[in-house]
């Protein structure tokens, strides 16, 4: 009897603390101001909890054509970037943010050097040979987060998160951030819609 009634027990336990968990997308659509393309904008959430291992994936940064590729890189903390230089001629790749300082200096085409992004923020590329050359890595916190397609649609993935209060954040190099409460409290999937202003952007965490 004891036994038939532990067993019914656990299978209540696990139904609520499954019930805890949204299982479902966070999607929508940004309206950016004065941006002929809507894509590129990173849309996440804060107050989620944060990666719990390091990432097993590199990723990469390429130099071809006297530009990045891509223009916005988002990448977990700890991330491993590669940056290749694919190009006919050498490039000097660095970064003066306070996320992540360095310096390749000059590197001809075929070579490629590695960086290790520790902690969370706004990168900033720039090419000490070619001043048109700029890009962004963004380090982020938790895996909440999706970049707007070029109609600026979005879709985070925001299976077995816990249901609560969270913030969804935006960035973009040319617009000004926004910052929205969120009460998810359903394991259903929420669509909205966030217009966003011309201006300049800040910071990812504070």
């Known amino acids: 009897m004891n036994n038939k009634f532990l067993f019914i027990f656990t299978i209540v336990l696990c139904c609520m603390s ?91 085409p075929g070579q490629s050097h590695k960086v290790t992004f520790d902690k969370p923020g706004i990168v900033e590329l720039r090419c000490d040979v070619h001043a048109e050359m700029i890009a962004y890595i963004l380090v982020m916190k938790s895996p909440y987060y999706a970049l707007t397609d070029k109609k600026g649609y979005f879709k985070i993935d925001i299976t077995d998160l816990d249901t609560g209060k969270y913030y969804l954040k935006t960035w973009h190099e040319k617009l000004k951030n926004r910052k929205i409460a969120l009460d998810l409290t359903q394991a259903e999937s929420k669509s909205m819609t966030i217009k966003l202003k011309r201006g300049a952007p800040g910071v990812l965490y504070k």
């Not at 968990?21 to 959430?45: E, T, W």
């Not at 490039?91 to 300082?101: D, G, I, P, Y």
């Open 18 to 108: 499954t019930s805890l968990a949204i299982a479902a997308d966070l999607s929508g659509k940004v309206s950016p101001q004065g941006l002929r393309k809507a894509d590129n904008i990173l849309v996440y959430l804060t107050k989620t909890p944060d990666f719990s291992r390091p990432p097993q994936n590199e990723f990469v940064m390429d130099q071809n054509n006297l530009t990045f590729l891509p223009h916005v890189l988002v990448i977990p903390r700890n991330g491993i970037v590669s940056f290749p230089n694919s190009d006919k001629v050498a490039h000097n790749v660095f970064s003066l943010s306070r996320t992540k300082k360095f310096n390749f200096g000059s590197y001809k």
